[in-house]
């Protein structure tokens, strides 16, 4: 059965680094997202990105995170300068249509800030 | 604003039984509903489904209702088995084209053998 996978499952980093998480989307899925999750808390919106570019993105998802779609496979989430309160499990989705379709999700990359 | 939340953050059931677990919606625009379960170290799995057009819809052991009257969606699992123990969250559209999903709170559904 088709998945999406997520690298690294966990990712330490020193706070003001600059991560890059790593998403492989289901193969013939046109949209993509990123989602996150601090612990104890609900799962967040942060952005989604079709044909190459940013359809919508949160209030969460400010100028220090960026996406980007490297190759034809490949689904990134850029943290430039990482902050102690972006420490937290990182999802990625997709999906074969945009709007009211379900979405499936990657087993997430914990990200710890310290 | 837009919120989605749940009336019980647990609920404990024995194996066997039948499980209801309800959420409440605040976006009376929302017309695309979905339930994911979440298991401990893993991404939320897609359960079920429902439009706005629909007050039901059933799946395999699931049963997912919807009261838009007074915003109100619920999941029934019946013969609720020890695999099913997960949290479980739904989430809504939020209306329009919008293709994100606004999540609740969750509730832990712990299955008792």
């Known amino acids: 059965e088709p998945e999406v996978t997520q690298t690294p499952s966990h990712q330490v980093t020193q706070m003001g680094q600059e991560v890059i998480l790593r998403c492989v989307p289901i193969?013939?899925?046109?949209?993509f997202y990123w989602y996150r999750q601090i612990l104890g808390q609900k799962v967040e919106f942060l952005v989604s990105f079709y044909n190459n570019e940013i359809s919508e993105k949160s209030e969460i998802f400010d100028d220090q995170f960026s996406v980007e779609r490297p190759d034809g496979s490949n689904f990134t989430l850029k943290i430039r300068s990482t902050k102690l309160e972006d420490s937290a499990m990182y999802f990625c989705?997709?999906?074969?249509?945009?709007?009211?379709?379900?979405?499936?999700f990657g087993q997430g990359t914990r990200l710890t800030v310290v | 604003g837009e919120s989605v939340g749940l009336h019980l953050p647990t609920l404990s059931v024995q194996e066997g039984d039948n499980s209801i677990i309800n959420c409440a919606y605040s976006?009376?625009?929302?017309?695309?509903f979905i339930w994911y379960k979440q298991e401990s170290g893993k991404g939320p799995q897609f359960i079920i489904d429902?439009?706005?057009?629909?007050d039901k819809r059933q799946g395999q052991r699931v049963t997912v209702l919807l009261n838009k009257t007074v915003k109100h969606l619920s999941l029934q699992i019946a013969a609720t088995q020890p695999g099913d123990s997960a949290v479980y969250f739904c989430a809504e559209n939020g209306g329009g084209a919008t293709n994100k999903l606004i999540f609740g709170t969750g509730t832990l559904l712990a299955v008792q053998p």
């Open positions: 976006n009376s625009a929302s017309d695309y």
């Open positions: 989705a997709s999906s074969v249509k945009g709007a009211n379709t379900e979405a499936f």
């Open positions: 193969s013939n899925h046109l949209y």
């Open positions: 429902i439009r706005s057009n629909m």
